[in-house]
């Protein structure tokens, strides 16, 4: 194989600049955590200029990749989040092969604590999801990139479409011994942790979510829609909490102390500051 | 070994008639899926004569067992489930060394095909828990009956206590490698379904909830409580209505058209009819 020598990667996704935000602080929580790998980010046209320069700053490689969207409206509404379809997009990551091996993370991950060890993992490693924990969750997953696998997840996106309409549906189809193969593929939890699940058996939290490594915002409320919630004293509250200090400290201040977050907000209301201040 | 040629046999507890009501569909269910083994109820002093009776109906064996009570307020508050310390009772099953292997199942489970296959899997076998699916959980496990099991947990139980106060977080701390050592010991989620999760990843559960082997109605609204609830056309409602088909069938023509829970309603208004028609 001709992959010894070449690097390895952290890989994560943005199709808009709510979720470049959430990449941003994600690539901080890496490099804070000291990662010896490389960083990457695939993005879409949907992403502004004035973003992709702020990516380049924080990620060692901006990707530009075409939008795949399932476009499947029907599965999506069954989870109530049409906007997953785009998710699909994920799939360009197995197109990367300049590296040897990628962990791929979504962009509402926050990484709590140094994780270099997931690449020991082979493909697919991943969490359970804990709607369904015979499906592994697709937000933290380790993966050789491979054009052939590219090739036979976009032809059987195409042929059976996904069973949740976004990426994690078709990757479970095909990584479909995942729950009964080899344990090894098992990551632990503590490397996806939902942060509203902590809730659903606080006494397992309790005891082994001190050794969280990975928290994942799944779930249609990310962190950078509400500056506001999360009360530190509660679980989900704190890791809301430490995602906002990441951003207020390194974000907003590689942004000039322009606040991209209040720029959006004038945005939205129609008052778009034309001179940048 | 001297367990060659023992029997092997499902076993449940019931500490109340309430409990003991689940337990007898439970096992109805169990018949009807055909089973080859023995059905054992493990029950304590508190289940009434009437009940005992009518367990040993449905059950081969009526095993009289002490109540064993974690009495961790602290801890079991942390779940709004006071009423679990004495889920440590459920300890007791390794005791039953009179049986070769064994599937310890909740009340609350109803089995909704033959699972005999659960026989050749080895200590400790159990599906993840979804609150936190690296601890799996003690609704539906597979185990070998043994003294020594029984005497090491016990002795867990009074040094370090539960870390949930019930017997999963005592369970789960003995057999701490089961996320971690062996895939075979994951048993497939279809064979412990928490009836409620079907709406969490509900793309997932309308692709393999078709094949769903036991349904385990964990948490605070038992299927016995309330008649009236459960839309039949929802996945959860569909479960609910098969455990009182059941019952209807099965337990209150067992009990003589006498109705049981028609009895404790009137019994719980203050009007016990002591004529027992
Ligand atoms: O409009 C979107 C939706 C999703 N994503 C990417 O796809 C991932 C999966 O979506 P999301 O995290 O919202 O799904 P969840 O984890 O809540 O199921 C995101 O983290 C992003 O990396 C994106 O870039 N744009
Ligand atoms: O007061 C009780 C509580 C529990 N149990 C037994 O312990 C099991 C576990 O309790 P439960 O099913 O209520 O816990 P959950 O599955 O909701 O966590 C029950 O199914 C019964 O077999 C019992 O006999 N009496
Ligand atoms: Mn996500
Ligand atoms: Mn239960």
Chains 1, 2 share one sequence.
């Not at 990667?9 to 490389?38: E, I, M, N, P």
């Not at 490689?61 to 029907?74: E, K, L």
């Not at 990975?214 to 890791?239: C, E, T």
């Not at 207020?248 to 991209?260: E, L, N």
């Amino acid at each position: 194989m001709a992959s010894q020598g070449k690097p390895m990667a952290w890989v994560t996704l943005a199709t808009t600049d709510a979720y470049a935000l959430g990449a941003l602080v994600l690539a901080h929580s890496l490099r804070q955590a000291g990662t010896a790998h490389r960083l990457v980010v695939m993005i879409t046209p949907g992403v502004t200029d004035t973003m992709r320069t702020q990516l380049s700053g924080a990620f060692d490689d901006v990707i530009s990749v075409d939008v795949m969207d399932s476009g499947d409206a029907a599965h999506l509404a069954l989870m109530s989040r049409p906007e997953l379809g785009v998710t699909l997009t994920k799939l360009h990551c197995w197109t990367l092969t300049q590296f040897s091996k990628c962990v791929f993370l979504d962009a509402d991950c926050l990484v709590m604590t140094n994780c270099d060890e997931l690449f020991e993992r082979e493909e697919l490693s991943a969490a359970p999801d804990i709607g369904w924990p015979d499906c592994f969750n697709s937000g933290v997953f380790v993966f050789t990139p491979s054009q052939e696998t590219f090739r036979a997840l976009v032809q059987l996106a195409a042929e059976t479409g996904s069973f949740d309409g976004g990426d994690q549906g078709l990757l479970n189809t095909h990584f479909s011994d995942w729950a009964t193969r080899d344990i090894s593929r098992h990551l632990p939890f503590v490397y996806n942790m939902t942060a509203s699940a902590t809730y659903t058996y606080l006494p397992a939290f309790l005891r082994f979510g001190k050794d969280v490594k990975i928290v994942h915002f799944l779930g249609s409320n990310k962190p950078w829609m509400n500056p506001q919630a999360g009360d530190a004293s509660s679980p989900a509250g704190r890791f809301h909490a430490a995602w906002w200090d990441i951003y207020q400290s390194r974000v907003r201040r590689a942004d000039g102390g322009h606040h991209f977050l209040e720029q959006r907000r004038r945005w939205e209301e129609g008052r778009i500051d034309f001179t940048g201040a």
